[in-house]
């Protein structure tokens, strides 16, 4: 009896598993027929997350220059009427502690100074009016129109010859001043050469290239390689004349336009190149790695190889995994309840923060309402100020470091009891339970505004975020989860209509209460 108890068993597994062995098998051959495509595809994502690197390297070069300028520059402002040697000194501490090789500052008639303490009439140089004018340049404006380049902007310009006495080509940095004149700026130098210095050839091949352009295709900067694609001033240009100009070219020169990442393969004089792009960010600049086609296909030619061997891998762990199915199932339900435990545990759990995610949080804030209906207890929601300016500037990974910093950190601010999680993309809300006098409620505020005083995130890059937060009491202004979330949304409305970095109660006014 108990041997026919087995042999069924066996059969009931047995019978599964062939027809989940034949499946197995047809899904592998064609996972064979698509795996050359997916090689390909596996090989240009990791190109473009190369350029896309170093993009970003690009963007935040010239970013950290016109950081440094910023506050320097708002000190000559102060003094350039009373003291143009002091300004000038101010200009010359800029330029030997940035990467600027020179630093001008003008007034809005053109008047400029610079470190040197040399005068110049700015209104001479060939570039004056895309640096000062009304109408930006489309090719080299700080946004995609003429409504985004707005005097609050820094500019960026490609400048081939130098006009104020320097030998070198660069990248000019015009950085709004304004708090007084309305129209003064900062011009900041940055050296084109500089740039080489961010890439590395080990990336790709050794004859790989990396070429900084404009929308038009006018070649700005590149690395000292002898490609027949760098031979002329315009990439586009050189391709057009050698014949590789294609669909698949022009729909890449839209994408570039539109800033985004990409890549093509073409020939220029016998030479084959896949060429990977991505945004600097700045302007409509893109920087274009060269690699060689040969290298490309080399790499796609050993992930297929290595998907075969895979496959046939995988035929024989199918046969083993035959003979062990009963045994693994067995281990399967024992192991079960325990997963199952585990699984329930991290539902509950953001896992970049490691607070409450948004479901566990409401569940939790609406079990105590219902335990407590008499207790007063205090709802926050608050959202990091400027969080998609964080993500764009510093990157969507620096972004999350700040969230999961705020999560780790702001969890040692309250009571263990208090719930606490994120319920949005930087949208954080803390439930603090039994504050039956109004000075716990006080007092609970002016601790997190404190909080975000002091908070920083990055552990290189330190970055001081701040929040805007709307606050709400339990039964007072809400009896259920429901009015009293929307009461403290209407609450953090306020405090973002009154400039962000503020907490605001529901039932303020717009105009009143006070920055964190």
């Not at 809005?108 to 009439?121: E, I, P």
């Not at 060269?290 to 030619?301: A, C, M």
């Not at 001081?464 to 949304?489: H, Q, R």
């Amino acid at each position: 009896m108990k041997d026919g108890q087995t042999r069924a068993a066996v059969i009931q597994w047995l019978i599964p598993a062939m027809v989940l062995i034949v499946v197995v098998i047809v899904m592998l051959f064609n996972f064979s027929a698509k795996s050359s495509q997916s090689a390909a595809e596996q090989v240009e994502n990791s190109m473009m997350d190369v350029a896309e690197k170093y993009a970003a390297k690009i963007n935040f070069e010239l970013a950290s220059m016109v950081s440094a300028g910023k506050p320097v520059g708002h000190l000559m402002e102060e003094y350039i009427a009373s003291n143009k040697v002091l300004s000038a000194d101010m200009a010359a501490v800029l330029r030997n502690n940035s990467k600027a090789y020179a630093v001008v500052y003008s007034d809005a008639a053109g008047n400029g100074l610079d470190q040197n303490a040399s005068k110049m009439n700015l209104k001479n140089l060939s570039y004056y009016e895309e640096i000062f004018g009304e109408t930006v340049s489309s090719d080299f404006s700080a946004a995609d129109d003429k409504a985004a380049a707005t005097e609050g902007e820094v500019r960026y310009l490609y400048v081939k010859t130098d006009e104020i006495g320097m030998d070198k080509k660069a990248i000019v940095a015009a950085i709004p001043l304004g708090t007084k004149t309305g129209s003064d700026k900062l011009l900041m130098y940055y050296p084109v050469e500089n740039l080489r210095s961010l890439f590395k050839k080990s990336e790709f091949d050794a004859d790989a290239f990396y070429v900084l352009i404009a929308p038009d295709g006018m070649i700005i900067e590149n690395t000292d390689y002898n490609s027949e694609f760098l031979r002329g001033s315009n990439i586009w240009t050189t391709i057009k004349e050698n014949g590789g100009y294609d669909d698949e070219v022009a729909k890449a020169v839209i994408r570039m336009k539109n800033k985004t990442a990409g890549s093509f393969s073409t020939m220029v004089n016998g030479e084959a190149r896949q060429l990977v792009y991505a945004p600097v960010g700045i302007n409509k600049w893109t920087l274009v790695a060269g690699v060689n086609q040969s290298y490309v296909d080399g790499l796609q030619e050993r992930g297929w190889s290595n998907a075969k061997q895979m496959i046939y891998q995988l035929v024989v762990a199918i046969w083993v995994f035959l003979g062990l199915l009963v045994v693994i199932n067995i281990i399967d339900k024992i192991k079960s309840s325990e997963k199952s435990k585990e699984l329930g545990e991290k539902a509950d759990t953001d896992l970049l923060t490691s607070l409450n995610n948004k479901l566990a949080t409401e569940r939790k804030i609406k079990e105590w309402m219902e335990g407590n209906p008499e207790d007063q207890g205090l709802m926050f929601v608050l959202d990091i100020d400027n969080f998609k300016k964080i993500n764009d500037t510093l990157g969507h990974a620096f972004g999350d470091e700040v969230l999961r910093s705020l999560g780790h950190q702001i969890g040692s601010t309250f009571r263990a009891t208090d719930v606490i999680g994120r319920t949005g993309g930087d949208e954080f809300t803390i439930f603090l339970k039994h504050l039956n006098e109004e000075a716990l409620l006080e007092r609970e505020a002016k601790k997190l505004c404190n909080f975000f005083k002091n908070f920083q995130a990055g552990e290189y890059v330190k970055y001081m975020a701040t929040a805007s937060i709307g606050a709400a009491v339990f039964p007072k202004d809400g009896k259920d989860f429901e009015s009293l979330y929307k009461a403290a949304d209407n609450a953090l409305y306020i405090a973002k209509k009154r400039g962000k970095n503020q907490l605001a109660f529901y039932g303020e006014e717009e105009q009143d209460g006070a920055g964190i």
